[in-house]
């Protein structure tokens, strides 16, 4: 049985930083794509980043610069560093593992965390 549990969310102010962490219980994180996706309401959930199995990692162009992503394969942990954080940036943050490689769509992403609010005041 595959699990992900994210942590890390909360209410910051603008330009402040959270980090999220996501631990992965049955998949080994090394071997998959990992992404972080976000849904801000009313909105569809939208691709921020991922890491592949190579260690090669991508961004959004909205986070680019900004947020960084990373794996501890000792830990089976995927985290998102996320910096100069902008109201724009709130939203429910979830991380998934792919079942598609090398995509950033969510639908070729098959396990999914509950996701972790990040709130970014103004």
């Known amino acids: 049985q595959v699990q ?3 942590s890390g969310g909360g209410l910051v102010q603008a330009g402040g930083s959270l980090r999220l962490s996501c631990a992965v219980s049955g998949r080994t994180v090394s071997l998959y794509d990992m992404g972080w996706f976000r849904q801000a309401p009313g909105k569809e959930r939208e691709f ?3 890491i592949r199995s190579s260690g ?3 961004y959004a162009d909205s986070v680019k610069g900004r ?3 990373s794996r501890d394969n000792a830990k089976n942990t995927v985290a998102l ?3 100069s954080l902008k109201p724009e ?3 429910v943050y979830y991380c998934a593992t792919a ?3 090398g995509s950033r769509n969510p639908d070729d992403y098959e396990f999914w965390g509950q996701g972790t609010q990040v709130t970014v005041s103004s």
């Open 4 to 6: 992900l549990v994210e």
């Open 56 to 58: 090669s990692v991508y």
């Open 48 to 50: 921020v980043a991922r």
């Open 89 to 91: 940036d709130t939203a």
């Open 67 to 69: 947020f960084t992503i």
């Open 99 to 101: 079942r598609v490689p």
């Open 81 to 83: 560093q996320m910096n």
